[in-house]
């Protein structure tokens, strides 16, 4: 079990973006700290009002989009565009290449995590989903996924099927039990947790585990906001 605190990030920092990185991403590296699992980049992003990513290139990514806090204004190269806002999860398979831009169209910050993901296969073909999800049961609920434990959820489908994302919003008290898995990660996106084995979590903490074991998780006064990865 491996602590990562919020402070503990590589940091992106200009006039437009506040990004923090929970593993080497750009012009941050550490040998030791290239991804998790089938995870390659996990980035905590704020983007300012009127601006955000022009349009840029990806190839062979899996590329998963969860908003915090405002809405965020999705176009690529395939024609596909959509707004991303809280509860909404978007997936992107940039395959054997896209390009897209990311903007803030609002007027106050929008605050999201991007995920990578590798894919099983290379050069597939690009592809684009977003749907909404009912966060209110105050259980781990599937977002995007390829594991087959997930095939008749309402998850977004990910083109790996040794990886899935879910997503738990928990109130003061609520508990669940992680998925037992050979590599989970788990981040608090908002909120407070304690984790059996690993003590309190503040938002932006992260825990990797290698194994996981079904450890419990309980909220926080203020309830928590989660983000699981589990990975074969």
Known sequence: MEIRRADERFRTASEWLDS????????????????????VAHNDETVAPGTGFETHPHQDLEIVTWVLRG??????????????????????????????SEWNDGDDPVHYVQMWVRPERLDLPPSYEQTELDLSTGELIPVASGLSKHAASTAIHLNQPAAGMSVARLADGQSIELPAAPYL????????????????????????????????????????????????
């Open 20 to 39: 923090r990185h929970s593993f080497s991403f750009g012009p941050h590296y550490d040998p030791a700290n290239v991804g998790f699992g089938f995870l």
């Open 185 to 232: 990660h788990l981040f608090v996106a908002a909120g407070t947790a304690t984790v059996e084995g690993a003590g309190e979590l503040a938002t932006a903490d992260a825990v990797r585990l290698t194994p996981s074991d079904g450890e419990r998780l309980t909220a926080g006064p203020e309830g928590v906001e989660l983000l699981v990865w589990e990975m074969y």
């Open 71 to 100: 809405a965020l204004a999705h176009r690529d190269s395939q024609g596909n565009s959509g707004v991303v806002y809280p509860g909404l999860a978007q997936r992107m398979s940039a395959g054997s290449g896209i390009r897209h």
